[in-house]
Nanobody, 108 residues
Framework: QVQLVESGGGLVQPGGSLRLSCVAS?????AGWYRQAPGEERELIAT???????AYIDSVKDRFAISRDDAKRTIFLQMNNLKPEDTTVYYC?????WGQGIQVTVSS
C-alpha cells in the first residue's frame, strides 16, 4: 500500500497563498485533495488522474490548482486567495491510501 505524506500547511493571512505537497512512496494513478472541518464530513475538493485531467468543486475552482510531478511522485495543491473559510485539515488520497492530514489556517 502506498504511503502518502503531506507538507506545506500553516498559517496565512486572508488573500495569501500556500502550496501543499503530497509525496507518495509508490506510483499514484488517481489522486485527490480533501478537507475536513471539525464535526463535518470529509469533502473532496480537487482531483487529478494519470493523464493530468483535473476537477474541482465550485468553491475552490478559481483559486486552487492541483498538479502532479510523477518523477517525484508528488501531488501538489496550489491555494491562492485563501479565505478564513478555507481553514481546516487537508488530506491527500490516492486509490487506496490517505495521508495523515495537514492543518491550514487562514487568519489575520
Amino acid at each position: 500500500q502506498v504511503q502518502l505524506v503531506e507538507s506545506g500547511g500553516g498559517l496565512v493571512q486572508p488573500g495569501g497563498s500556500l502550496r501543499l505537497s503530497c509525496v507518495a512512496s509508490g506510483s499514484v494513478f488517481f489522486a485527490g485533495w480533501y478537507r475536513q472541518a471539525p464535526g463535518e464530513e470529509r469533502e473532496l475538493i480537487a482531483t487529478i488522474n494519470s493523464v493530468h485531467n483535473t476537477a474541482y468543486i465550485d468553491s475552490v475552482k478559481d483559486r486552487f490548482a492541483i498538479s502532479r510531478d510523477d518523477a517525484k511522485r508528488t501531488i501538489f495543491l496550489q491555494m491562492n486567495n485563501l479565505k478564513p473559510e478555507d481553514t481546516t485539515v487537508y488530506y491527500c488520497k490516492d486509490d487506496n491510501s490517505w495521508g495523515q492530514g495537514i492543518q491550514v489556517t487562514v487568519s489575520s
